[in-house]
């Protein structure tokens, strides 16, 4: 599996390929909740190991994308 942007889920945000579960939740389980990548098999139990840690160099990779003000929600 790959990482995929699909127009059709999770708003085009890049997600593991066939599962629908965003990059951005994974980095998020490892970065503010601490959880190591074998924890987050356990909370997303349609990844692999590698899928975890294919979604975290992704996310590494691209981490100005993540944090830049644009890719954060934006209130009404």
Do not use: C, N, W
Not at 15 to 28: N, Q, Y
């Amino acid at each position: 599996m790959g990482i995929v942007r699909d127009s059709e889920h999770s708003d085009s945000a890049p997600t593991i390929e066939g599962t629908g579960i965003r990059v951005k939740d994974i980095a998020s389980a490892y970065e503010h909740s601490g959880y190591d990548p074998d924890e987050i098999t356990q909370l997303y139990p349609d990844l692999s190991l590698s899928d975890v840690h294919r979604a975290l160099a992704y996310y590494y990779d691209h981490i100005d994308d993540f944090r830049s003000p644009s890719s954060e929600p934006t209130s009404a």
